[in-house]
């Protein structure tokens, strides 16, 4: 493994082979990274994480960060939720610059083998995405969502939380996925 300069490794985090960290790197406690592993410049990876052969993370991206959970108090004001799971990457995932994976409230939120993620996307906690999806640009998918495998999802997308989406389904830059798409291959706009 190479290890750049001003990178931080927590106690327990373990690195694979052959793996490339550029410099100002952080990798928290416990966090696991395979064989071959590429992490650019400024990249984050909070504790408990696991990051799967041949990844490559570009700069900025933050994997694990707390999902957004809160809940009303008598009061009027919002107390934080614990997110105590994590972010599983699958081998060959690509994730963009300024890309968040938020980690799961429990459990894990899971980007499945052969990913890839284009820059500036949110994932929230628990999303599961299917092998071989591509998401563009701006992209947005809210909590426990679940993606299909082999789905083209265009720029701007906005999903709502709690939903399902077939495999092979197309989504057409700048849409608002608002229900699931139960047929497999269905290809939707708007």
Known sequence: ?????FSIIEAG?????????YPQVYIGKDVALGDGVTLYP????????QVGDRCILHANAI???????????VEGHF?????????????????????????GTMGSTIIRQGVKLDNLIQIAHNVDI?????????TGVAGSTQ??????????????????????AKVQAQSGVAA??????TAVYG
């Open 1 to 5: 493994a190479s290890i750049g300069m």
């Open 13 to 21: 985090a373990k690195v694979g082979d052959n793996c490339l960290i």
């Open 42 to 49: 400024g990249v984050k990876i909070y504790h408990q994480c």
């Open 63 to 73: 994997i694990g960060s707390d999902g957004f959970g809160f809940t009303p108090t």
């Open 79 to 103: 107390e934080k939720i614990a997110q105590i799971g994590n972010v599983v990457l699958e081998s060959d995932v690509e994730v963009g610059s300024n890309t968040v994976i938020d980690r």
């Open 130 to 138: 299917g092998k071989h999806t591509v998401i563009a640009a701006q």
């Open 147 to 168: 993606i299909g495998a082999h789905c083209q999802i265009g720029g701007q997308v906005g999903f709502v939380g709690h939903i399902k989406v077939a495999d092979g």
């Open 180 to 185: 699931a798409i139960k047929k497999e291959n």
